[in-house]
Structure formats: C-alpha cells, structure tokens
C-alpha cells in the first residue's frame, strides 16, 4: 500500500491534541474501527501498543511508538501477522491563533496477499475519518 499523508486544523493547542494522541488506552471510546487497545510497555519517551481493529476482518498490530511532547509522535511495526511494515506518525505544529496544524502520515506494505476491500478501507474510509475523531476530541476537549 502506498503511504497516505493528511494535514488538518485543529482549533485546540498541540498541547492538547498531543494528550489525546498518545493517550492509546482511550482510543476505542472515539474510533469506530479500533476495538481494543492493550499498553504492553510505557516509558517517558514512548510505549508498545497493540492494537486491534475491524476492518471487513479482524486485524491486530504492535507498534513501537516514539514521543516527542508535544510535537511529534512517530511509529514503527513491532509485530503483525498481516503488515511486513507500518511506519508513520503525527507532526504537530502550533499556529498563531492557538490551533494545530496536525500532519498523519501512515506507510503500509502488507504481508502477503491482502484483500483490497482492507486496504481501501484504510486509505479511504478509515484516514478521513481516524482525523475527523481526533480534531472534534480535542477541539471538545479544548473548550
């Protein structure tokens, strides 16, 4: 799967969205696809998280997530049965008037075969929407 990068506006503070961002145990109770969240191993700079979504099929996923407060969050695969590679992360970037100009970008290269109803509904459906839950959390949050 080719990478997939977004950029949007966010009316709260890089503070903010990054609290949100790297609060992963949270992350089922706003993103319709992500079924369970497990913490395997948090640190200051970052934590191992495993994921687990349904998309068409179950799918889960470890990644090693890298933090860098309140400007970046960058990931790599740890381990997965479906994906050979998941890289990508968050760039934040404070704006003048309080918001964020917050950058996604996610690199997949698949396993194997892998049906193209998951891999679309990663780049079209699941982007669009994974940023649209994370802009009205934390411009809720911010208020």
Known sequence: MP?????VTIDASPEVLFDIVTDYASYPSFLSDVSEVKVIERTDKGAVVEFS???IRKVSYTLRMVEERPKKVRWTLEQSSLMRENNGGWTLEALPDGKTRATYEVDVTPRGFVPGSIVS???GRTLPATLDAFKQRAEARAK
């Open 53 to 55: 979504l349904n998309l």
């Open 121 to 123: 509904a990663l780049t």
């Open 3 to 7: 990478g997939a990068s977004r950029t």
